[in-house]
C-alpha cells in the first residue's frame, strides 16, 4: 500500500492524502515521494482537476525525513556517495518544483492552484513541501507545531525549505525558524508566515477546497518568479541587506563557536542564494546541504540524536518482560528533586503521591508542580482546566498508607545511606509485593542501597538530572542483584514521563557522573598549574560545550564538590588521586564562594546573582603563569578527561551499550553535540589518533591520561566503535 493516495472529487479538486502505513507520523520516503510525483503529473494532465489539497490521513501531518533513507542512499553509493546524495537531493527539488509551478507556463499563466491542508504538527520535509504550496491552511489545534528543525540533529533544511524560506521573509526574519529549529504553534506560526489562515479542525479540508476553487493565476505565483522580485531585508549586495548577513555571520559564530557545519553552511546557502536565480539558488542549497551530510559531525549528529535516542526511546534494550506501565507512582521526598519528578509524573497522567516528613514541605513540593503550570499559563502554553488535571492527580501528604496501592516508589530523600534504608524499610512495610522500589541517587551505590529492602531483585537506581522538567536524559542503574522487571519497570516509566533512558550497570559514580566529574576537576586542575581561567573556561566552550568546567562548578555549587571530594577519599584512600584540585575548591568553600547559589564562586556575580566575569580574587591566590599552554592542548585535556572515562566505562562492562554512552553524553551534560558524543568523536579523529593524543597528555599530565587497552587495541587493528558495537554489543 502507498504512502499516499489520491481522489478526484466531483467538484474538480483531487485530494492527496499522506497516510504513512504502520507509522504513528508520516515520515518521507524514496518510494513515496515518486508517488507523489506520478500523483502530481496525472492531477496536471487532467482537465476535470481544477487544483489539489495536500493534507494527512493522521491526527499530524509529517515528522521529516526517514534519516534512514540518507544513510541508505550513502550505503548504495560505493565510492560516489557525495554525487548521489546531491542527485537525490535535486530529485527532490525538482518534484517540488513541479508543485510549485503546477502546470504554469512561462507568463504565469494556466497553472492549478494547489493548498495545503494541516491537521497537526509539521517537520522538516513536510514544512517543506507546505512551502511550495500555494496557500497553507492549519487546524486550530493548540497541540500542533510547525517548524524546520533540522539544524538541531546536524542538517538544515535541505528540500527547498532554507531557499523558500528565506526568499518569503528574509534572512533576519528567518533565523529563528532556520537557525534555531524552532518549533511555533498555529498563531505563532501564522505571524512568521509559516501558514496563511488557521481554521477550525472540522473546516479544515472545506476551507482549502474552497480557495482552491477560487483562486486565480495571480494567487499561486512566488513572489520569486515574478519579475521584479526583491530580497525581502535586502539583498547582501545592498546596504541593509549586508548588513543583516554581517549581524547573522556574528550571531551563528557567537552561538556555534563555529563547531557546528550545519548552520555556517545554511547561512552560506542563504547568502548566496539570495544573488541569483531561484533554481539556482536551489541547486546552491543541495550542494551545501550535500557538504554537511557528508561532514562526520553531521553523521554523527543524525546517529546520536535521532537514531539511537530514538531507538533507546523505543526501548532497544529492555529486558523481554510483561507490559509495566506505571499506573501510581510514590515519590518519596518532597525537595527539588522529588518535586520535579512529581510534576513531570503527573504530567505524564500517572496518579502520584508526593511524601514528606513535615505537611508543610509536601505542600511546597506539590506547588513546585503549580509554579511551572502557572508560567506555562502564562506563556499560553498550558490552560487552567490542565492545570488543574495535573495538580488533581497529586497527593501531597505525610502518610505512609497513602503508598498501598503503588507499583512503582521513586524514592528522592537526602543522599544519605542511613535515612535511605529508613524509608526503604517503612516503605516496603505497607506497599504490595510486586511495587518496584527505585532510589534516586547521583553518587551512592545501588547494590550497598538495596541491602535495605527485602526484595533486592525489585530493588533499581533511577537518577535524574536537575531540573527535572527539563533535562531530558534519566540515568537507570542496575544493582548486582536487580531483576529484569525492575528494569523494564524503570524504562517503561522513564518512557511514559518523555524521557530518554540509558541503562548502567553499578559502580562508583555510575556513568554520567564519572565522566563529569573528571572534566571539572580537570578545570579546576589547571586553575592550580596557573593556567588563566579564561583560557580554560573559552576552550571548552569552543569545543561545544555549553558551560566550562569552573562555571559548571559554580552552577553545581562547590560545596557539593567538597562533599564528593571527601566521599571519594574516604572510599579510595592512599589512590585518591585529586589533592591539587581539593586545593582550590576547599579553599573556595572557607572563603564562603559556595558558587551561583552563594552569589560567589570562581565567578562574581551581582546584587541580582547575574554571573559578571570570572573573579579576579582568584589570581591573588592561585597566580596566572607567564608560560601559558596552547588552546589545544586544554581542549585535549578538557575532552580527554571525559572521553576516557566512557571507554574505561564500556571496557568495563559499566555501560553496556556505546549508543547509550554518546545519547547519555549530549542529553545529560551537553559534551560536544557536535561530536555525536565520546565514541562518535573517537571515531571522527580515530583510534590511533586518539591513543597519539593519550600518549602526549600522559607524558604531560600523568597517569589520569593512560590509554585504555581497549582504545590502544582498536588502534591497532584499525578499528571503529560504531563498526564493531554500533548495535548493542558490549565490550566483552
Not at 24 to 36: C, G, I, K, L, P
Not at 132 to 143: E, G, S
Not at 235 to 251: D, K, L, N, R, W
Not at 582 to 604: H, I, N, T
Amino acid at each position: 500500500m502507498a504512502d499516499f493516495k489520491l481522489e478526484k472529487h466531483e467538484d474538480g479538486v483531487a485530494v492527496i492524502t499522506w497516510d504513512a502505513e504502520g507509522r504513528s507520523m508520516n515520515v518521507m520516503t524514496r518510494e513515496a515521494f515518486a508517488d507523489v510525483e506520478a500523483m502530481i503529473d496525472d492531477v496536471l494532465s487532467d482537465d476535470a482537476v481544477k487544483g489539489i489539497v495536500i493534507t494527512s490521513g493522521k491526527k499530524d501531518f509529517a515528522g521529516g525525513m526517514d534519516l534512514n533513507v540518507l544513510a541508505k542512499i550513502r550505503e548504495e553509493a560505493g565510492d560516489q556517495p557525495a554525487k548521489a546524495l546531491f542527485d537525490f537531493t535535486m530529485e527532490g527539488h525538482r518534484i517540488l518544483r513541479k508543485l510549485e509551478r503546477a502546470g504554469l507556463d512561462d507568463k504565469n499563466k494556466g497553472g492549478k492552484p494547489v493548498a495545503v491542508a494541516l491537521p497537526g504538527t509539521s517537520a522538516g520535509i513536510g514544512t517543506e513541501i507546505a512551502l511550495a504550496c500555494h496557500r497553507r491552511f492549519m487546524a486550530d489545534n493548540p497541540k500542533a507545531k510547525i517548524g524546520l528543525p533540522e539544524i538541531m540533529v546536524g542538517l538544515f533544511p535541505g528540500a527547498g525549505g532554507t531557499t523558500r524560506y528565506s526568499r518569503m521573509v528574509g534572512a533576519m526574519a528567518a533565523s529563528p525558524v532556520l537557525l534555531e529549529g524552532k518549533m511555533l504553534d498555529p498563531k505563532k506560526a501564522k505571524s512568521a508566515s509559516l501558514i496563511d489562515e488557521i481554521v477550525p479542525a472540522d473546516e479544515l479540508l472545506d476551507r482549502a477546497k474552497a480557495w482552491v476553487l477560487e483562486a486565480k493565476d495571480a494567487d499561486i505565483v512566488k513572489p520569486w518568479d515574478q519579475k521584479g522580485w526583491k530580497m525581502p531585508g535586502g539583498e547582501p549586495y545592498h546596504p541593509a541587506g549586508f548588513m543583516t548577513f554581517v549581524g547573522a555571520s556574528a550571531m551563528v559564530n557567537g552561538k556555534t563557536k563555529g563547531v557546528f557545519p550545519a548552520a555556517k553552511a545554511l547561512l552560506s546557502a542563504v547568502y548566496e542564494g539570495a544573488m541569483v536565480p531561484f533554481d539556482t539558488a536551489l541547486k546552491i542549497e543541495a550542494r551545501y546541504f550535500v557538504n554537511v551530510l557528508m561532514n562526520p559531525s553531521s553523521t554523527a549528529m543524525i546517529r546520536s540524536l535521532f537514531l539511537n535516542k530514538q531507538a533507546l526511546e523505543k526501548g532497544a534494550n529492555r529486558p523481554d518482560a510483561p507490559d509495566q506501565t506505571v499506573k501510581k507512582v510514590g515519590i518519596m521526598g518532597a525537595g527539588m528533586m522529588g518535586a520535579g519528578i512529581a510534576y513531570v509524573s503527573a504530567l505524564a497522567g500517572i496518579e502520584v503521591v508526593l511524601i514528606d516528613q513535615e505537611q508543610a514541605n509536601a505542600d511546597k513540593g506539590k506547588a513546585h508542580a503549580e509554579g511551572i503550570l502557572d508560567k506555562g499559563i502564562q506563556r499560553k502554553k498550558v490552560t487552567e482546566d490542565k492545570k488543574a488535571e495535573v495538580l488533581g492527580r497529586i497527593n501531597a501528604t505525610t502518610e505512609y498508607e497513602a503508598l498501598s496501592d503503588c507499583d512503582l516508589i521513586v524514592e528522592a530523600v537526602f543522599e544519605d545511606t542511613g535515612i535511605k534504608a529508613e524509608v526503604t524499610k517503612r516503605v516496603e512495610a505497607v506497599v504490595g509485593e510486586d511495587c518496584i522500589f527505585a532510589t534516586n541517587t547521583s553518587t551512592l551505590p545501588i547494590t550497598e542501597l538495596a541491602e535495605a529492602s527485602t526484595r533486592p531483585e525489585q530493588f533499581i537506581g533511577i537518577h535524574f538530572f536537575s531540573p527535572v522538567d527539563k533535562m531530558m536524559l534519566v540515568e537507570i542503574i542496575k544493582g548486582q542483584k536487580t531483576g529484569d522487571r525492575a528494569v523494564a519497570k524503570a524504562l517503561d516509566f522513564v518512557r511514559q514521563i518523555r524521557k530518554t533512558p540509558i541503562v548502567v550497570n553499578d559502580a562508583r559514580f555510575f556513568y554520567a557522573n564519572r565522566c563529569i566529574i573528571p572534566y571539572i576537576n580537570e578545570g579546576v586542575r589547571m586553575v592550580k598549574e596557573g593556567v588563566e581561567p579564561a583560557l580554560i573556561e573559552n576552550a571548552a566552550k569552543l569545543l561545544g560545550f555549553p558551560l566550562g568546567p569552573l562555571q559548571l562548578t559554580d552552577e553545581t555549587s562547590i560545596d557539593l564538590g567538597v562533599k564528593i571530594a571527601k566521599a571519594t577519599k574516604a572510599a579510595m584512600g592512599d589512590a585518591y588521586p585529586n589533592a591539587e584540585v581539593d586545593e582550590v575548591l576547599f579553599w573556595l568553600a572557607d572563603e564562603g564562594r559556595m558558587g551561583r547559589k552563594a552569589s560567589a564562586g570562581f565567578y562574581a556575580y551581582d546584587d541580582s546573582g547575574k554571573r559578571q566575569g570570572l573573579w579576579e580574587g582568584l589570581a591573588q591566590k592561585f597566580p596566572v603563569a607567564d608560560d601559558q599552554p596552547d588552546l589545544t592542548r586544554v581542549q585535549h585535556r578538557l575532552m580527554m578527561a571525559q572521553v576516557l572515562e566512557a571507554v574505561r566505562a564500556f571496557e568495563e562492562g559499566v555501560l553496556e551499550d556505546i549508543r547509550e554512552g554518546d545519547v547519555g553524553a549530549i542529553l545529560g551534560w551537553g559534551f560536544a553535540p557536535w561530536s555525536g558524543g565520546p565514541f562518535s568523536w573517537l571515531d571522527i579523529i580515530g583510534a590511533a589518533k586518539g591513543v597519539e593524543i593519550c600518549e602526549t597528555l600522559t607524558a604531560k599530565c600523568g597517569e589520569r591520561f593512560e590509554t585504555p587497552k581497549l582504545l590502544r587495541e582498536m588502534a591497532e587493528s584499525g578499528a571503529r566503535f560504531y563498526a564493531r558495537y554500533g548495535e548493542g554489543q558490549a565490550a566483552a
